[in-house]
């Protein structure tokens, strides 16, 4: 049988014009046809610069939180609050850099893709800086600081939430464990390419990954610890005042700020067009946040409470962090708006129930991270809200479930509650031997 010749071997003079063209043409359209094509030097050093940005603002985020913490909660335990954020963070980048990254992205999962391990510490690898990884969108380098400014946010949150009456060592262990070993391999789930990622749970950003993870930590501590002194008796809730609200307010506007990293960071390149719309569609559902929380809390409480508007912007950011590059502009204000309506009943409902959250955590980043999760079920067409619904409770039954286990092993171990005598005197003084604005409160 005659094989016959390779064309390339028969062209024609007017032949290879010909196919010349069509390659040109081919060239042209390939961005718009999704045929794969390797990014240029230039594009790869645009998706890396702004990934690098993204960084800088989600790192901004913890200051927000940091602001906002001591500013809810009482002057005596500034310092407390202040530390624990530091810490935090240190905590946060330096387990990701160990364990936490390679359990996340272990690249092989056992188990039925429930866990994996890619092995301690980090290792770019030949082409783990070059345009070939991450098809041209960031460096090795820059995807793991990116995720393990995310990593500590978790903990963060549980900080606000049991704030005022944990004892610094023990809160420290637990945020080690938690950041380095729950959250990572929750987390490997669905972006470390699991067994939700396989079921087509969607998550854009966190809020369920990041936001619900850190507020069933923060749910399993407060329940755990119980009330502080003199919050609940003879059946009455006695409303303890944060002590600078305009630094709780320059909190949130940091957060706001970074959020934008958080989300549109998440794009993970710096495509233009997908980029915008998350910027747009994160901040109208933070302003819509405010709107939601302000019409609930006057409407409920007879007066505009400003907690309860700083909460609503916070809301709205993590109720659309799931699906903020694929609901309409609409659809995100709506979001944001529910989200606001929501936070303010789960604030009264949880206090009602005698669980003490000094900073409202778990209504924000639990139940608003639940609610953004579902809402992409709802929102968009291309995702189930059966399949969004099993990863909320996948989620939650195992971080739940973890944070009771750490709490209740270290209450028997370390103990996890300051004395009596040292809470009333204040964290600062007690834990730290000093003061947040150089003056002994009460004096």
């Known amino acids: 049988m005659e094989v016959e010749e390779p064309i390339m071997h028969k062209r024609s003079g007017r032949s290879i014009a010909r196919h010349g063209a069509l390659a040109l043409l081919l060239l042209v359209l390939t961005p718009y046809l999704g045929y794969a094509q390797e990014a240029s030097p230039e594009m790869f050093t645009a998706n890396n610069t702004w990934m690098l940005v993204a960084t800088f603002l989600v790192f901004i985020m913890h200051l927000g939180f940091a602001c906002l913490e001591s500013g809810l909660t009482q002057a005596k335990n500034s310092v407390n ?59 090795y380098w820059t995807d ?6 995310f990593a500590a946010t978790a903990a963060t949150i549980v900080s606000g939430a049991v704030a005022e009456r944990i004892k610094l060592s023990s809160f420290l262990v637990f945020t080690t464990i938690y950041v380095a070993f ?25 809020s369920t990954l990041v936001h619900s993870v850190g507020g069933w930590g923060g749910l399993a501590g407060i329940i755990v610890l119980g009330p502080r002194l003199g919050k609940y008796g003879n059946g009455r809730i006695k409303a303890i005042a944060g002590h600078n609200m305009p630094l709780a307010t320059i909190g949130v506007f940091l957060l706001w700020l970074g959020w934008f990293g958080f989300n549109g960071g998440s794009v993970l390149s710096a495509d233009p067009e997908l980029v915008s719309l998350v910027f747009v569609t994160t901040s109208l559902a933070a302003a819509a946040g405010v709107i939601g929380a302000m019409a609930a809390s006057w409407g409920i409480q007879r007066k505009p409470d400003l907690s309860m508007i700083l909460n609503g912007a916070l809301a709205g950011l993590v109720g659309i962090t799931a699906g903020a590059d694929v609901v309409s502009v609409n659809a995100a204000m709506l ?50 809200l059966l399949t969004q619904l099993i990863g909320v409770l996948a989620y939650g039954a195992f971080s739940f479930a973890a944070a009771l286990l750490i709490f209740f092993a270290l209450k028997l171990s370390m103990g996890l509650r300051v004395g009596a005598d040292e809470e009333r005197l204040g964290l600062d003084v007690g834990e730290h031997g000093m003061e947040a604005y150089g003056l002994r409160i009460g004096e």
Not at 96 to 113: E, I, S
Not at 144 to 149: E, G, K, L, S
Not at 347 to 363: C, K, N, Q, W
């Open 81 to 139: 609050i202040l530390f624990k954020n530091t810490a935090v963070v240190s905590i946060g980048l330096i387990t990701y850099a160990f364990v936490g990254f390679n359990l996340m992205y272990p690249g092989d999962f056992a188990l039925g893709q429930f866990l994996g391990f890619a092995g301690f510490g980090l290792d770019p690898g030949a082409e783990g800086n070059t345009v070939a990884y991450a098809d041209g969108g960031y460096t």
């Open 144 to 149: 793991f600081i990116f995720q393990a400014m």
């Open 182 to 206: 729950i959250y990572t391999i929750a987390g490997s789930w669905k972006w470390g390419g699991g067994w939700l990622d396989a079921m087509g749970f969607y998550d854009f950003a966190g």
């Open 335 to 384: 979001i944001g708006f529910i989200a606001g309506l929501i936070v303010v009943g789960s604030v009264l409902f949880i206090d009602r129930r005698h669980l003490d959250d000094p900073v409202g955590a778990v209504s924000v980043h639990l139940v608003c991270g639940v609610w953004g999760t579902l809402a992409v079920g709802i929102f968009s067409a291309d995702h189930s």
